[in-house]
């Protein structure tokens, strides 16, 4: 079983910051990928950001010039930096970490900017 903790989520104004962590935690043998999905009021949810165990990147169209995903290993902690903050980017975020045993979720964290 995989436990994953998510902070930083919050109010924030437009063109603003805020980062987002996912610590992992529980029997986490292997790690492929750690990312951020979010899901806006209404809509399915979408992936943000994804990052490999060798550190590639992967970003939707959206919020790339403005997010920054990164990792550390050694914590199996995950970070969202985001930047530049609009009001579209309102969402529940979610923390996704893959292993070979399947996928896990954190319990979401809302961010939402005000115009």
């Known amino acids: 079983q995989v436990h994953l903790v998510e902070s930083g989520g919050g109010l924030v104004q437009a063109g603003g910051s805020l980062r987002l962590s996912c610590a992992a935690s529980?029997?986490?043998?292997?790690?492929?990928?750690m990312g951020w999905y979010r899901q806006p009021p209404g809509k399915q949810r979408e992936l943000v950001a994804s990052?490999?165990?060798?550190?590639?990147?992967n970003y939707a169209d959206s919020v790339k010039g403005r997010f920054t995903i990164s990792r550390d290993n050694a914590k199996n902690t995950v970070y969202l930096q985001m930047n530049s903050l609009k009001p579209e980017d309102t969402a529940i975020y979610y923390c996704n970490v893959r292993v070979p045993a399947g996928d896990y979720w954190g319990q979401g964290t809302q961010v939402t900017v005000s115009s």
């Open positions: 529980g029997s986490i043998f292997s790690i492929n990928a």
């Open positions: 990052i490999t165990s060798g550190g590639d990147t």
